[in-house]
T-cell receptor, first 111, second 114 residues
């Protein structure tokens, strides 16, 4: 399997704190994407960062990419209860249309 | 609003039954995917399709087959359901254009095989 790995597997923080999740992947990539999954539902795309980018922002989300270490991180600032979900990274190998998903981080925001 | 729909949210079948899971997308996407999701194992790709009548095996194709007769519809078939196929099944689609291949997911079908 070429699945990536996510760290931590589970994270529980207080509302208003920042949440950081990490992802490692194994092969050269075109881009890396982050998805969110609410309990028992499908995944929703959050943000995409290309292999030639190092950092990207979208609202309260900040993604970094270090291709030399084959790793990425997702930071959610000023967390809210509604951010409670599982978060997955997915890497897209060069020339490939399919994605390889990590195993996910389960984030719980406590009110 | 873009949409991927799956035929059932919950499904209960008996061992040995033939099971059809249907997925439809309204975005004119070339690519469609079937995943299964199990606790601790993340998403694993079963089959995918780049075009009508085209299919490629993913990481875990054993025990499954697929059909793509029309661009908007991708069906997953369990020829003879077994208890180890109890899982959440997720369908997704993406455009085949360019490298920014964001996938759009359906709501999932939770299949229980008794």
């Amino acid at each position: 399997s070429q699945q990536g790995e996510e760290d931590p597997q589970a994270l529980s923080i207080q509302e208003g704190e920042n949440a950081t999740m990490n992802c490692s992947y194994k092969t050269s990539i075109n881009n890396l994407q982050w998805y969110r999954q609410n309990s028992g539902r499908g995944l929703v795309h959050l943000i995409l960062i290309r292999s030639n980018e190092r950092e990207k922002h979208s609202g309260r989300l900040r993604v970094t990419l270090d291709t030399s270490k084959k790793s990425s991180s997702l930071l959610i600032t000023a967390s809210r209860a509604a951010d409670t979900a599982s978060y997955f990274c997915a890497s897209n190998g060069q020339g490939a249309q399919k994605l390889v998903f990590g195993q996910g981080t389960r984030l719980t925001i406590n009110p | 609003d873009v949409k991927v729909t799956q035929s059932s949210r919950y499904l209960v079948k008996r061992t040995g039954e033939k099971v059809f899971l249907e997925c439809v997308q309204d975005m004119d996407h070339e690519n469609m995917f079937w995943y299964r999701q199990d606790p601790g194992l993340g998403l694993r790709l079963i089959y995918f399709s780049y075009d009508v009548k085209m299919k490629e095996k993913g990481d875990i194709p054993e025990g499954y087959s697929v059909s793509r007769e029309k661009k908007e519809r991708f069906s997953l078939i369990l020829e003879s359901a077994s208890t180890n196929q109890t899982s959440m099944y997720l369908c997704a689609s993406s455009t085949g254009q360019g490298n920014d291949n964001e996938q759009f997911f359906g709501p999932g079908t939770r299949l229980t095989v008794l």
